[in-house]
């Protein structure tokens, strides 16, 4: 299951409680795009519309070779996600009652199929950011200090 991008803020904007997979739909050059790297996750997030999920806001550059098929291509256009009526019902119903919001972690491949790790979250507050990063400050100055006695 190789890993093609990670949602690198994700993890120091929000506390992810639980995760989800979900498949993608996307156009023939868009696949192969997102399997060459060739996107970002930056300020995605995921929304809720006409009883289907919906990627809003992740950039998939356009795929080079496919450029003349390509004439009115939009890099962040919405794209649905692929679950399940069970799922996107339990989801949406803990997304409201708890106030969570559903976030992209990663995107990979499994089986030849491009899937997207989701996450349910609940976003930080600032002083919780600064605590994460005081808290990774010391773990690297444990490790120098580990580091320069060995």
Do not use: C
Not at 2 to 13: E, G
Request: no cysteine; proline share 4%.
């Amino acid at each position: 299951m190789p890993q093609l991008t990670k949602n690198r803020k994700a993890n120091f904007n929000y506390d992810v409680l639980e995760k989800y997979e979900a498949g993608i739909v996307l156009t023939g050059p868009e696949v192969k795009s997102v399997k060459a790297g060739n996107l970002s996750l930056q300020g995605a997030y995921v929304s809720l519309r006409e009883n289907s999920l919906w990627l809003v806001h992740a950039f998939i550059a356009p795929y080079k070779p496919a450029r003349t098929f390509q004439t009115n291509y939009n890099p962040e256009r919405e794209r649905r996600l692929l679950l399940t009526k069970n799922e996107i019902s339990g989801l949406v119903g803990k997304m409201h009652s708890a106030g969570l919001t559903l976030i992209p972690l990663s995107f990979y491949t499994q089986r030849g199929l491009v899937k997207v790790a989701l996450g349910l979250a609940r976003g930080k507050k600032a002083h919780d950011k600064r605590a994460s990063i005081k808290k990774r400050e010391i773990a690297r100055d444990i490790g120098r200090a580990l580091r320069n006695k060995i």
